[in-house]
């Protein structure tokens, strides 16, 4: 198959879900199962990813396919010549594992939704909405430039307004879909800026063109500080799209939308895009870039996970775990673990996607209950649900032999690395304590939904399976979940395919931009083999900061599988300790450590203080403003109406009784004299006579006085 065919159906792959969309959209209320047009396509959409994707990891594993069009042209421009934007779509190794990603999630989210969403009165909608979100984000995967990027960036961000919104008459529902658009938009207009920034320096949105140029030393306005810059406030469309901090505090409250959708959203989509994003511009980021990223992703894996310990609400924990791991992969991006960072990404994808799914059944057996004290004993009536749930919950624990091992494995081998090169310990810390943290709350949420007595013994009774449309989906994911589909080695994910797949890219930026930690530009290491992960190399080896950074994560590699194991089995032991055997009581551990736990409870009072320092203060300024207008801007206006009104009064009085009075009195006079030499006027000879000889008589009178 040539290289252009499959750029054809790439974009086959884009525009199956909008097609589902419209037609559903503009007939689904007419006919009933026409949905199914809309699961019929994405269904398509899946099959031909898979095979795209064969074809690709095949035939041209190596390449990277590229197809551009000139969309505006703007002719000569002053000082910049001729100048064109150009959308294209990009096919590498990483666009056809996320196709298959999103097409996989989306299309299984769809069945699970004809079960799920039976009944619904806007059932037909639904799904259109769901075909809208896929072709959103499927543009955001095939994209090769910004511009695209941020077109199709937008249209997430709507078409999750939709989804979370889905059931508007729930004022909570709107309220967290307008929570959603208007936090995203606060990282989407640093993202706008930066991406202006690279299009007025470069005069492309191409990345493939920007990277050139930035790799010839051309850097934004002379400057690696522009350069720096351009890259955090790209990442800011990150931190707003995957829910870093200080722009997380969305991603929770979308739980009020579907169950279904929340699946969608928090594994292959929205969230993921953020990731998605800054592996693109990876290439780009400098070393201040980096640990700006870096220092987010950490802060927002410790401080989400933190407020999961606590949560009762089973889809909010997996929210708050979902910030965490999307936390986690911004953070492995930052130190520069970006295979890994993208091995997480997929892998998460699938066990978010399932406990997500699994949670969703969960709730439909137990008629809409979401808090987990009211849950508990459910492994006996839901056996195909408990089972695959635990193989998500281990997976995103770290357990060895599944996927979650196998990333998380890399991702803090990637932190430990850059801990010993740089001197920032603090955050592989942070990435240990994290992992036991995960295990802990998991399996707390496993064994409160699963495991022990039932606490509501009327919804326990009514519980079961569910249907086979929403198990189905449970098994596939969670088979996604086990090791064999990544590496045949369980200890080491370099030895499997999908490492060697996904190849960190060549840095483009200068190296004392990207490794400005390192004093130099080469190390020579000697009488030391050096290991990139599998590779091979000799003594006395001249080596590159990006190779010293493999060869580090190769040397810390046992040491962090080994304590990443330790870390996940205490957090797994304290949860058995604390919930399932009541060796440790809850309620009195919570009072002992009441102002923590309050914090933890409480979300960290973040939803709080945004009220109180943006929301309050917003309302306080638009008071104030409203005062303002009312007071000063219109009482000037009022006082300059009533002046006004005194000035038209006194020229009014002017006009009518002196201007208008001397004319009057003017046309008075002239009246009365006409009126009195009328008289005089009779038309006789006889008379005009006597009027000429009194008149000569009056005149020589005057003339000669006597």
Do not use: C
């Not at 002017?654 to 009246?671: H, L, M």
Request: hydrophobic share 50%.
């Amino acid at each position: 198959m040539t290289e252009s065919s499959l750029i054809s159906l790439a974009v086959t792959i884009l525009f199956l879900p909008l097609v589902g969309f419209i037609i559903v959209l503009l007939f689904g209320k007419r006919y009933e199962k026409l949905y199914l047009v809309e699961v019929g396509l994405i269904t398509v959409a899946l099959l031909l990813s898979i095979f795209v994707g064969f074809i690709k990891l095949t035939n041209y594993v190596n390449d990277t396919i590229i197809t551009q069009f000139t969309w505006i042209d703007l002719g000569n421009v002053p000082s910049i010549g001729h100048l064109t934007i150009n959308l294209g779509i990009m096919i590498d190794n990483v666009t056809v594992i996320m196709l298959f990603v999103v097409t996989l999630i989306s299309a299984l989210v769809h069945y699970f939704s004809i079960a799920y969403m039976a009944g619904d009165k806007r059932f037909s909608r639904y799904f259109a909405y769901l075909g809208i979100f896929t072709f959103s984000m499927l543009g955001i995967v095939i994209a090769d430039n910004l511009l695209m990027i941020y077109i199709f960036w937008e249209l997430v961000g709507l078409s999750s307004y939709l989804l979370i919104g889905f059931w508007y008459e729930k004022k909570t529902a709107s309220d967290a879909s307008m929570k959603a658009f208007l936090t995203n938009r606060i990282g989407d207009i640093g993202m706008f800026i930066g991406i202006l920034i690279l299009f007025t320096n470069y005069h492309t949105f191409s990345f493939a063109e920007i990277f050139e140029q930035i790799s010839n030393g051309v850097v934004p306005f002379g400057s690696n500080g522009w350069l720096t810059a351009a890259g955090i406030l790209i990442f800011l469309g990150a931190v707003g799209k995957s829910a870093q901090v200080p722009l997380h505090v969305w991603l929770p409250d979308a739980m009020e939308g579907p169950t279904p959708v929340s699946a969608l959203i928090h594994a292959a989509t929205m969230v993921a895009a953020g990731v998605y994003l800054v592996a693109r511009i990876f290439p780009l980021l400098t070393a201040d870039a980096m640990i700006v990223i870096a220092v987010v992703g950490a802060i927002t894996s410790i401080f989400a996970a933190s407020i999961a310990l606590t949560q009762n609400d089973i889809k909010k924990v997996l929210a708050y775990s979902t910030v965490s791991q999307l936390g986690y992969m911004i953070m492995a991006l930052g130190v520069g673990a970006y295979t890994f960072a993208f091995f997480h990404l997929v892998t998460h994808a699938f066990f978010k996607g399932l406990m997500f799914l699994g949670s969703g059944s969960v709730i439909h057996s137990m008629h809409h209950e979401q808090d987990m004290r009211n849950m508990g004993g459910l492994k006996k009536k839901m056996p195909i649900t408990y089972i695959t749930f635990l193989i998500g919950t281990l997976a995103i624990s770290g357990v060895p032999l599944t996927s979650g091992f196998l990333s998380k494995d890399g991702l803090l081998a990637g932190t430990w690395a850059f801990g010993n090169l740089t001197g920032h310990y603090l955050i592989p810390i942070i990435g240990f304590v994290v992992a036991g943290m995960t295990a802990f709350y998991m399996f707390r949420l496993v064994i409160m939904t699963f495991h022990g007595e039932p606490r509501n013994q009327h919804k326990y009774d009514h519980a079961h399976e569910s249907p086979k449309l929403m198990t189905i989906p449970l098994i596939i994911l969670a088979s996604l979940s086990i090791f064999i589909f990544y590496t045949p080695n369980p200890a080491a994910p370099a030895d499997g395919w999908f490492y060697n797949w996904i190849q960190t890219p060549a840095t483009v930026v200068p190296e004392d931009a990207r490794f400005e930690f390192m004093k130099s530009d080469s190390h020579r290491v000697e009488g030391t083999e050096i290991n990139n992960y599998g590779g091979s190399g000799s003594e006395n080896a001249v080596v590159t900061h990006s190779e010293m950074y493999e060869n580090e994560m190769h040397n810390v590699h046992y040491p962090a599988m080994i304590l990443s194991i330790i870390l996940a089995g205490l957090g797994i032991l304290f949860a058995f300790l604390m919930y399932h055997w009541k060796k440790i009581s809850a309620d009195k551990l919570a009072e002992k450590l009441k102002p923590l736990y309050n914090l933890s409870y409480n979300k960290w009072y973040a939803d709080e203080i945004y009220s109180y320092l943006f929301i309050q203060r917003t309302h306080d300024l638009s008071r104030f403003i409203a005062w303002f207008d009312s007071t000063i801007v219109d009482g000037i206006v009022n006082y300059s109406a009533t002046f006004t009104r005194g000035v038209a009064n006194i020229a009014g009085w002017f006009d009518t009784y002196i201007v208008d009075g001397f004319v009057n009195f003017t046309a008075f006079v002239n009246g009365f004299a006409g009126l009195a030499l009328r008289k005089m006027q009779t038309g006789k000879v006889q008379t005009y006579i006597v009027y000429v000889v009194f008149s000569v008589i009056i005149i020589l009178l005057i003339i000669r006085p006597f």
